[in-house]
């Protein structure tokens, strides 16, 4: 249905499926098989419109698994209730597991860095999302808090993971360089063989220009799984040369890396045309401001466990916006 101009806002979301639509000439070998693309259409019809997907491609993986993520969504899914919460610190994003019978979306808030997030605070936080919180649990966040050391390991996001045995906190760790990562985990409590399994990533990736967050899980225990997020800022080259270090360490194969590298490009224009209203806020706000689906690489991670090999997963960004894109894009 047309809406006139009156009714035509800025803040209008697309669907996940317009832009799983949109995204088509991208969503190819080697990273979208078509299994995945499958699940991923399939999921877009019981979410809510989004403007930023996230998708999770665990790499050498031979079924091409891709699990999927939505920011700033429109609204909650339907059974979702979130008011329990105290004061929401940050932007909500939804994390789908697209394998098996796709359970419940694991929830993740953004933290601010500054001022820290306090022993309490994350406990209510981790309340609200969860009901209740074991005492265990209870003990472990505390220590969790506690462990932040100022100017050098920061909580980052926590997260639910609604879907997984015992419904888990995550909690991610900002941190400014290796060394005080690996002392917040034993901060936090982490022992000898998760310790080990951190020094394995970390060894991985030594002498890239990265910023790292540690991935923990708690429970009634600390999980033995660590996981390791990569960042890359300018310059671009980090990207590749990330890459090619999975690469040499048989975690990602030459078609996955060029195909990653080949995500930033541009082929918005090929996509169909947008559906309404989304055309119609096109037209009244003229080419300059139209909307586009963005990509970017949002980061790599890897993940071991003490006697586990190490696997490997690229997360890929798409995000609507309006306006110049090589101004979004620098932004």
């Known amino acids: 249905m047309e809406l006139s101009p009156g009714e035509l806002i800025p803040g209008v979301t697309p669907t ?3 832009m799983l639509n949109r995204l088509a000439p ?15 259409h399939a999921v877009s019809k019981r979410l809510p419109p989004a403007r930023f ?17 939505i920011g700033h969504p429109a609204h909650l899914p339907a059974g979702l209730d979130l008011t329990a919460i105290p004061a929401a610190p940050g932007a909500l994003c939804l994390e789908y597991d697209l394998h098996g019978d796709m359970p419940a979306p694991a929830l993740f808030y953004t933290v601010s860095p500054s001022p820290a997030l306090a022993d309490m ?10 009901g209740q919180v074991p005492a ?20 980052t996001h926590v997260g639910a993971m609604l879907g997984r045995d015992g419904r888990p906190i995550r909690i991610n760790i900002g941190a400014s360089a290796a060394a005080p990562l690996r002392r ?11 310790l080990a399994a951190l020094d394995r990533l970390l060894s991985i990736v030594d002498g890239l220009p990265l910023s790292l967050i540690l991935a923990l899980e708690f429970g009634i225990a600390l999980s033995p799984r660590i996981g390791v997020e990569l960042y890359m800022p300018p310059p671009e080259q980090a990207v590749a040369a990330l890459l ?7 975690l990602c194969s030459a078609a996955e890396a060029i195909a990653i590298l080949a995500w930033t490009d541009e082929t918005d224009a090929d996509g169909p045309p947008w559906p309404e209203p989304l055309r119609s806020l096109d037209a009244l706000l003229g080419p300059a401001e139209q909307g586009r689906a963005m990509r970017s690489v949002a980061h790599l991670k890897l993940v071991a466990e003490p006697e586990g090999d190490v696997r490997a997963k690229a997360y890929l960004a798409a995000f609507y916006v309006r306006g110049d894109p090589r101004a979004v894009r620098q932004a």
């Open 26 to 40: 991208a969503l190819v070998p080697p990273l979208f098989g078509s299994v995945a693309l499958d699940r991923l």
């Open 53 to 69: 997907l996230l998708f999770e491609r665990h790499l050498g993986d031979e079924a091409g698994r891709v699990d999927l993520s």
């Open 184 to 194: 917040y985990a034993a901060a936090a409590g982490c022992r000898a063989g998760p």
């Open 244 to 250: 090619h270090r999975l690469e040499t360490h048989e």
């Open 16 to 18: 996940v499926g317009t």
């Open 136 to 155: 265990p649990m209870r003990d472990w966040l505390m220590g969790a808090a506690a462990a932040q050391v100022p100017d050098e390991s920061w909580i």
């Open 121 to 130: 605070a994350l406990v209510a936080l981790a309340t609200g999302l969860l």
